[in-house]
């Protein structure tokens, strides 16, 4: 064959096959187009600041200027350097961009200043991409428009921002807000989407609890935003753009930012514009904070365990969980490390790492958990409580304190169960039954199975089986401090053990190994991202490329078994 001919063959087979990769990389892209219409109320634009998604941040500022005649503009980012004395800070100046100059809000922003809601701090603004990397855009979408410029520091609290929507509201109700705000940083690309369908249910719900809590760059931004659209009686979140930056030749895990752009409008939405209310959820396994970890890390703090994870992971989701292996003291702790007791007491800094991840729940259903007897269990409950973090489960058997209800868009029961020694099982079924006929997703969080062992025991199954035929959802399992097998039981999925995520059992690779879990749960599927970790000297870190890949296939066959949809090499999805 001609060698030209030959060439110019494998450049059509390696474009259509970039095509159809791409072409399922799409299918997570959401994108509509905008229409809208002359004398439509529209007080807020939500755009990222990130240039990955630039000319559909152009396009949507272009097509509201053109049916609106707009005399202000605010223009609001998060403030990323810290800089400045205030927490809001604004200036005067004026900007250059390479077509001309923009002008600024004079007489308004000396009013804000002498209001006393915001600093004037031109230096504040230097090299502040949330703000410069928008002006172009609104130059050309807005001439003429003189603009308020506004940076906010992520210490801002709520009521300084209440202050800030109401003077916004009164001196300034006819200007546009623009909201300048980069979603998921920094997380692998199914976990972006999971954190970004929670910020997007926010927006849309309106919801300003959870858009506080949500993974983005500056929820004070989009707080204000939320407060903006209400005042202003502009109630329904139109999402025009929703993407991340992971090319779609890179591996699922590569760390991504994603971008959401929409606006709030006074017009109806269509059922095909609606989001798909969902509940979403991110489960991590065994974490202990005592013998070598409290040895290693005491001087350093406790943080820093997670200087190779952050505290993204478990943010902007509705449920973020793990399995506390221990009680947590009320006073310091002994170094006893090279003891290696297996009688675990937990430093009390125990609750503000927690805090710092984001963890919103702890199991308490384990072996553990009652180390310290009655008083420690005590005070771990009180501590918890104190934290604002959900507690759940019992050393033994089965109460309803064994029960943490979720409320979110899809209502949640997760029931903990320590289920190494024998109990009752029959109040469980009918607790399970009973949430069940209430409307409620159930997820069982057990503590089960055989220490070490790749596979599940029969009791686990025989467990499993009964748990889901009284109408449970998912099963996710702990103890074991190895991963476990997977399987799907009468269209329910069953994670046996989600192994380690902080823990000093150096003497195995396995034991070394963890998996973080997220997923979502619609009305009728569950969406789950498989995430495997791995510790380095107690610090876990997410594995990936070939490394995840092949850790997964130790538990799961994604490419071979049924029961599922494959949305990616981590992801699978679940119809019920």
Request: aromatic content about 10%; some cysteine.
């Amino acid at each position: 064959m001609n060698k030209n001919l030959l060439a110019t063959i494998l450049v059509l087979l390696t474009t259509v096959a970039f095509y159809f990769y791409s072409a399922d990389f799409r299918k997570t892209v959401k994108q509509v187009e905008v229409s809208v219409t002359g004398g439509e109320n529209i007080p807020v634009v939500i755009v990222p600041h990130f240039d990955f998604a630039k000319e559909e941040r152009l396009s949507l500022l272009g097509n509201i200027s053109e049916k609106n005649n707009l005399k202000t503009l605010v223009l609001v980012s998060v403030n990323h350097f810290n800089t400045g004395s205030g927490q809001i800070v604004t200036t005067k100046r004026d900007w250059q961009v390479a077509a001309g100059e923009i002008l600024s809000a004079k007489k308004l922003e000396e009013k804000i200043v002498n209001d006393g809601l915001a600093i004037d701090d031109e230096l504040a603004f230097t090299n502040e991409h949330g703000i410069t990397n928008i002006l172009a855009d609104i130059y050309e979408t807005f001439p003429n428009v003189p603009i308020l410029p506004i940076i906010i520091k992520d210490t801002t609290n709520k009521e300084k921002i209440d202050q800030l929507a109401d003077w916004l509201n009164s001196e300034c109700r006819d200007c546009l807000l623009v909201s300048s705000v980069d979603f998921s940083h920094y997380c692998p690309r199914a976990l972006a989407n999971v954190h970004d369908q929670y910020s997007i249910q926010a927006l849309t719900k309106l919801d300003k609890d959870k858009v506080w809590l949500a993974e983005t760059d500056s929820p004070q931004t989009l707080y204000l935003s939320l407060k903006i659209a209400e005042n202003r009686e502009a109630k329904n979140f139109q999402l025009v753009y929703h993407a991340n930056s992971a090319d779609p030749s890179e591996t699922d895990d590569t760390e991504t930012t994603s971008v959401v752009l929409g606006y709030y409008t006074d017009k109806e939405l269509s059922g095909a514009e609606a989001v798909e209310s969902s509940t979403s959820f991110v489960i991590a396994g065994d974490a202990m904070f005592d013998r070598a970890v409290w040895h290693y890390f005491k001087d350093k703090g406790l943080k820093s365990i997670f200087s190779n994870f952050g505290d993204r992971v478990f943010r902007g989701v509705d449920l973020s969980l793990l399995n506390l292996e221990g009680p947590i003291s009320a006073k310091e702790i002994d170094d006893d490390w090279q003891s290696g007791s297996l009688v675990f007491n937990f430093p009390p800094e125990t609750t503000s790492v927690l805090k710092y991840l984001n963890v919103n729940s702890a199991s308490l259903a384990n072996n553990h958990t009652n180390n310290a007897g009655n008083s420690g269990f005590i005070n771990t409950n009180k501590v918890l409580e104190e934290a604002g973090i959900n507690y759940f489960g019992k050393p033994n058997g089965f109460d309803e304190s064994s029960v943490l209800q979720i409320d979110g868009e899809i209502p949640i029961s997760v029931i903990g169960i320590m289920a190494i020694d024998n109990f009752d099982n029959q109040p469980l079924l009918a607790k399970i039954s009973a949430e069940k006929s209430a409307g409620r997703k159930v997820i069982i969080f057990p503590h089960w199975g055989v220490e070490y062992a790749p596979k599940h025991s029969i009791s686990q199954e025989r467990l499993a089986r009964s748990w889901i035929s009284s109408g449970a959802d998912l099963i996710v399992g702990s103890h074991p401090h190895v991963t476990q097998d997977f399987e799907i039981i009468d269209g329910r999925p069953v994670i046996y053990s989600l192994g380690n995520f902080v823990f000093d059992q150096f003497f195995s690779q396995e034991t070394q190994e963890g998996l973080v879990l997220a997923g979502t749960i619609t009305k009728d599927k569950i969406t789950l991202s498989f995430l495997p970790t791995r510790e380095k000297l107690v610090k876990p870190e997410f594995l990936r490329g070939e490394e995840k890949v092949a850790k997964i296939r130790t538990f799961f066959g994604i490419d071979s078994e049924t029961g599922f949809k494959k949305i990616s090499s981590d992801t699978i999805e679940i119809v019920y």
